[in-house]
Protein backbone atom coordinates (compact mmCIF):
# COMPACT_ATOMS: atom_id res chain seq x y z
CA UNK A 1 0.00 0.00 0.00
CA UNK A 2 1.39 3.36 -1.05
CA UNK A 3 2.73 5.04 2.35
CA UNK A 4 0.54 8.30 1.51
CA UNK A 5 -2.55 6.24 1.95
CA UNK A 6 -1.27 3.87 4.67
CA UNK A 7 -0.44 7.27 6.89
CA UNK A 8 -4.26 8.06 6.56
CA UNK A 9 -5.69 4.83 7.34
CA UNK A 10 -3.27 4.97 10.57
CA UNK A 11 -5.01 8.36 11.10
CA UNK A 12 -8.01 7.01 11.18
CA UNK A 13 -7.70 4.31 13.64
CA UNK A 14 -6.05 7.12 16.02
CA UNK A 15 -9.32 8.68 15.84
CA UNK A 16 -11.32 5.95 16.40
CA UNK A 17 -9.42 5.34 19.73
CA UNK A 18 -10.19 8.45 20.35
CA UNK A 19 -13.71 9.75 19.31
CA UNK A 20 -15.41 5.76 19.73
CA UNK A 21 -14.27 4.57 23.08
CA UNK A 22 -15.85 4.03 26.32
CA UNK A 23 -15.11 7.20 27.63
CA UNK A 24 -15.83 9.56 24.80
CA UNK A 25 -20.04 9.82 24.08
CA UNK A 26 -19.74 12.55 21.42
CA UNK A 27 -20.37 10.59 18.08
CA UNK A 28 -23.65 9.40 20.06
CA UNK A 29 -24.59 12.45 20.63
CA UNK A 30 -24.24 13.60 17.34
CA UNK A 31 -25.54 10.50 15.83
CA UNK A 32 -28.79 10.43 17.74
CA UNK A 33 -29.07 14.45 17.99
CA UNK A 34 -27.87 15.60 14.87
CA UNK A 35 -25.28 17.93 14.21
CA UNK A 36 -25.97 21.34 15.21
CA UNK A 37 -22.81 22.95 14.34
CA UNK A 38 -22.78 27.18 15.28
CA UNK A 39 -19.89 28.15 12.93
CA UNK A 40 -19.26 27.57 9.28
CA UNK A 41 -16.26 28.42 7.69
CA UNK A 42 -15.28 28.82 4.00
CA UNK A 43 -11.92 27.88 3.46
CA UNK A 44 -9.61 27.40 0.60
CA UNK A 45 -8.98 23.77 -0.57
CA UNK A 46 -5.39 24.44 0.05
CA UNK A 47 -3.44 21.55 2.50
CA UNK A 48 -2.21 24.06 4.75
CA UNK A 49 -5.40 25.89 5.74
CA UNK A 50 -7.57 23.02 7.36
CA UNK A 51 -10.19 25.12 9.50
CA UNK A 52 -10.24 22.40 11.91
CA UNK A 53 -6.59 21.83 12.42
CA UNK A 54 -5.75 25.05 12.30
CA UNK A 55 -9.09 26.16 15.23
CA UNK A 56 -8.85 22.93 17.40
CA UNK A 57 -12.27 22.51 16.37
CA UNK A 58 -14.01 19.28 17.65
CA UNK A 59 -16.18 17.13 15.31
CA UNK A 60 -19.43 18.95 14.98
CA UNK A 61 -18.17 22.16 15.82
CA UNK A 62 -17.73 23.50 12.10
CA UNK A 63 -19.87 23.33 9.00
CA UNK A 64 -16.58 23.85 6.09
CA UNK A 65 -16.97 25.11 2.75
CA UNK A 66 -13.61 24.55 0.65
CA UNK A 67 -13.27 25.69 -2.19
CA UNK A 68 -10.23 27.10 -4.54
CA UNK A 69 -9.20 30.45 -2.95
CA UNK A 70 -12.11 30.35 -0.71
CA UNK A 71 -14.84 32.06 -2.58
CA UNK A 72 -18.38 32.70 -2.32
CA UNK A 73 -20.12 33.46 -5.72
CA UNK A 74 -22.87 36.28 -6.24
CA UNK A 75 -25.93 35.36 -5.09
CA UNK A 76 -27.05 35.72 -8.93
CA UNK A 77 -24.57 34.16 -10.40
CA UNK A 78 -25.59 31.76 -13.53
CA UNK A 79 -25.02 28.19 -14.08
CA UNK A 80 -26.06 24.85 -13.40
CA UNK A 81 -24.22 23.58 -10.36
CA UNK A 82 -24.04 25.39 -7.57
CA UNK A 83 -21.71 23.33 -4.86
CA UNK A 84 -20.90 26.45 -2.42
CA UNK A 85 -24.31 28.03 -2.67
CA UNK A 86 -25.93 25.13 -1.92
CA UNK A 87 -23.60 24.51 1.10
CA UNK A 88 -24.31 28.22 2.25
CA UNK A 89 -27.81 27.56 2.15
CA UNK A 90 -28.19 24.12 3.57
CA UNK A 91 -26.02 25.89 6.82
CA UNK A 92 -27.69 29.53 6.90
CA UNK A 93 -31.11 27.83 6.41
CA UNK A 94 -31.15 24.63 7.85
CA UNK A 95 -28.61 24.37 10.23
CA UNK A 96 -28.99 28.14 11.38
CA UNK A 97 -25.37 28.66 12.01
CA UNK A 98 -25.06 31.73 13.82
CA UNK A 99 -21.37 32.95 12.48
CA UNK A 100 -19.82 32.45 8.84
CA UNK A 101 -16.45 33.03 8.98
CA UNK A 102 -14.40 33.12 5.38
CA UNK A 103 -11.07 32.29 5.92
CA UNK A 104 -8.32 33.15 3.64
CA UNK A 105 -4.55 32.36 3.74
CA UNK A 106 -1.20 33.79 2.10
CA UNK A 107 0.47 32.27 -0.57
CA UNK A 108 -2.60 31.19 -2.25
CA UNK A 109 -2.79 29.16 -5.26
CA UNK A 110 -5.72 30.40 -6.72
CA UNK A 111 -5.20 34.06 -6.46
CA UNK A 112 -1.63 33.36 -7.97
CA UNK A 113 -3.09 32.26 -10.60
CA UNK A 114 -4.71 35.40 -11.59
CA UNK A 115 -1.41 37.06 -12.43
CA UNK A 116 1.11 34.20 -12.72
CA UNK A 117 -0.17 31.63 -15.30
CA UNK A 118 3.02 29.64 -14.64
CA UNK A 119 2.08 29.19 -10.87
CA UNK A 120 -0.20 25.96 -11.67
CA UNK A 121 -2.54 24.26 -13.82
CA UNK A 122 -5.07 26.77 -14.89
CA UNK A 123 -7.44 25.65 -17.15
CA UNK A 124 -10.93 26.38 -18.35
CA UNK A 125 -12.19 25.46 -14.87
CA UNK A 126 -9.86 27.78 -12.88
CA UNK A 127 -10.12 30.45 -15.57
CA UNK A 128 -13.79 30.38 -14.83
CA UNK A 129 -13.79 30.02 -11.23
CA UNK A 130 -11.20 32.64 -10.47
CA UNK A 131 -12.72 35.15 -13.00
CA UNK A 132 -15.23 35.70 -9.99
CA UNK A 133 -12.68 37.63 -8.50
CA UNK A 134 -10.01 38.77 -11.48
CA UNK A 135 -10.65 42.64 -10.73
CA UNK A 136 -8.88 41.72 -7.17
CA UNK A 137 -5.43 42.03 -9.90
CA UNK A 138 -5.60 45.86 -9.07
CA UNK A 139 -5.84 45.65 -5.54
CA UNK A 140 -2.75 48.03 -3.69
CA UNK A 141 -2.13 47.50 -0.43
CA UNK A 142 -3.22 49.51 2.24
CA UNK A 143 -1.26 52.63 2.71
CA UNK A 144 -0.66 51.10 6.61
CA UNK A 145 0.95 47.95 6.15
CA UNK A 146 4.06 46.39 3.89
CA UNK A 147 2.06 43.69 2.02
CA UNK A 148 2.74 42.22 -1.29
CA UNK A 149 1.06 42.81 -4.17
CA UNK A 150 -0.22 39.05 -3.42
CA UNK A 151 -1.20 39.26 0.10
CA UNK A 152 -2.95 42.72 -1.23
CA UNK A 153 -4.97 40.24 -3.54
CA UNK A 154 -5.66 38.04 -1.48
CA UNK A 155 -7.25 40.20 1.25
CA UNK A 156 -9.11 42.12 -1.48
CA UNK A 157 -10.71 38.36 -2.79
CA UNK A 158 -11.66 38.21 1.02
CA UNK A 159 -13.52 41.56 0.67
CA UNK A 160 -15.17 40.63 -2.77
CA UNK A 161 -16.41 37.26 -1.08
CA UNK A 162 -17.44 39.11 2.02
CA UNK A 163 -19.38 41.38 0.20
CA UNK A 164 -21.15 38.98 -1.97
CA UNK A 165 -22.18 36.99 0.56
CA UNK A 166 -23.85 39.98 2.38
CA UNK A 167 -26.18 40.20 -0.96
CA UNK A 168 -27.70 36.62 -0.18
CA UNK A 169 -31.30 37.88 1.06
CA UNK A 170 -31.96 34.96 3.66
CA UNK A 171 -27.51 35.86 4.83
CA UNK A 172 -28.70 39.69 4.73
CA UNK A 173 -31.94 39.10 6.68
CA UNK A 174 -30.75 37.16 9.52
CA UNK A 175 -27.27 39.56 9.85
CA UNK A 176 -30.05 42.33 10.09
CA UNK A 177 -32.04 40.54 12.85
CA UNK A 178 -28.85 39.78 14.90
CA UNK A 179 -28.93 35.70 14.49
CA UNK A 180 -25.53 35.75 12.08
CA UNK A 181 -22.45 37.21 12.19
CA UNK A 182 -19.83 37.46 9.27
CA UNK A 183 -16.48 37.57 9.50
CA UNK A 184 -13.25 37.43 7.63
CA UNK A 185 -10.07 35.97 8.72
CA UNK A 186 -6.62 35.59 6.87
CA UNK A 187 -4.23 33.21 7.88
CA UNK A 188 -0.02 34.24 7.20
CA UNK A 189 1.09 30.75 6.75
CA UNK A 190 4.83 32.27 6.88
CA UNK A 191 3.85 34.05 10.49
CA UNK A 192 1.82 31.49 12.07
CA UNK A 193 -0.44 34.91 12.36
CA UNK A 194 -4.42 35.29 12.22
CA UNK A 195 -5.60 38.29 11.27
CA UNK A 196 -9.41 39.62 11.28
CA UNK A 197 -10.76 42.04 9.07
CA UNK A 198 -12.35 44.99 11.46
CA UNK A 199 -14.71 46.96 9.48
CA UNK A 200 -14.95 49.86 11.82
CA UNK A 201 -11.32 49.86 11.18
CA UNK A 202 -11.10 49.40 7.40
CA UNK A 203 -7.84 46.77 8.05
CA UNK A 204 -7.07 43.53 9.35
CA UNK A 205 -6.05 43.38 13.01
CA UNK A 206 -4.15 40.38 14.80
CA UNK A 207 -6.54 37.99 16.10
CA UNK A 208 -3.50 35.63 17.38
CA UNK A 209 0.13 35.13 16.74
ZN1 LIG B 1 -5.71 29.17 -1.34
Redesign the pocket.
Known sequence: MSPSIAKLIDGFATFRATYFNADNDLFQRLVEGGQAPKVLVVA?S?SR?DPAILTGAEPGELFVIRNV??LIPPYGGGGTYHGTRAALEFSVCGLEVEHIVLLG?SR????RSLTDAAAGPNGKFMRSWMGMVSDVCCAEPAADNDDSSARAMEKAALLTSLANLEEFPWVAERVRAGALSLHAWYFDLEQGALLGWEPGQERFVPLAG
Open positions: CDAANHCGGI
